[in-house]
């Protein structure tokens, strides 16, 4: 047998093997029947497909709150839900006391106005410009977000209204300061929420954070930080 028989054999081989079904997963989560067409129905949107296959967002904001929560856990985001604003600060400072912060950037928002200054730990603020290897030089990078997505864990930020391209991806831990309303189903939800904040003015950048940055190209072994922030931490009143 030569080479091109052999990886025809392995291909056929390959083929005898049923593929999970979408949405699967290959572990039987979220495993739901295609939608079938009905006779006199108006046929499904692809977003409406889309939603058949993916894992729920939640109906209800109770819902919603739960699976942000087990999304999180899943893509070992820190996830803190806290009673209200001096929760928020009283949290924030407690996890720069136990990390040893000597230095943070952020930029000018509601919440990060509300909650950063009272850290006492001098800051660099990206909303007037800033120098890369100041913010690499930075503990800890400090954001909102326009919207968060309970369906898959996710953070929208953006370069106009979360302080640029690299405050968010640059330090080694980046913390996001968040309100419940935030909070969405899906990334439908999510875009139609950005559109009402943005309108047809959006921004150059938006970019769906999805946990700390993370690579499994090396032998399937999970390697967190390898292209941005090893931590991510949300915390969320």
Not at 70 to 77: C, G, P, R, Y
Not at 125 to 136: A, I, Q
Request: charged share 20%; net charge neutral; proline share 8%.
């Amino acid at each position: 047998m030569n080479g091109r028989e052999r990886i025809l054999a392995r291909i056929r081989e390959a083929l005898r093997v049923p593929a999970p079904r979408p949405g699967s997963h290959g572990h039987g989560h979220h495993d739901v029947p295609a939608p079938s067409p009905q006779a006199g129905r108006i046929p499904l949107r692809p977003v409406q497909q889309a939603r058949a296959w993916l894992p729920p967002g939640g109906d209800t904001p109770e819902e919603q709150l739960g699976r942000f929560a087990a999304a999180s856990a899943d893509l070992k985001t820190d996830f803190h839900l806290l009673a209200d604003e001096a929760a928020a600060r009283a949290k924030l400072s407690g996890i720069a006391s136990a990390e040893g912060w000597k230095q943070i950037a952020t930029h000018r928002a509601a919440l990060t106005d509300a909650v950063v200054p009272s850290l006492g730990i001098p800051s660099r603020n990206t909303d007037g410009g800033y120098d890369p290897e100041d913010l690499e030089r930075c503990d800890a990078g400090i954001t909102t977000c326009d919207v968060l997505v309970a369906q898959t864990g996710t953070l929208v930020v953006n370069s106009r209204t979360t302080g640029g391209r690299a405050l968010s991806v640059l330090p080694p831990h980046h913390v996001v300061l968040a309100r419940r309303d935030q909070l969405v189903g899906d990334l439908t939800d999510a875009f139609q929420r950005i559109r009402e904040l943005h309108g047809e003015g959006w921004p150059s950048m938006i970019s769906l954070v999805t946990g700390p940055s993370r690579t499994g190209d090396i032998e399937r072994i999970l390697v967190l930080g390898a292209h941005g922030p090893k931590k991510l931490t949300v915390l969320m009143w």
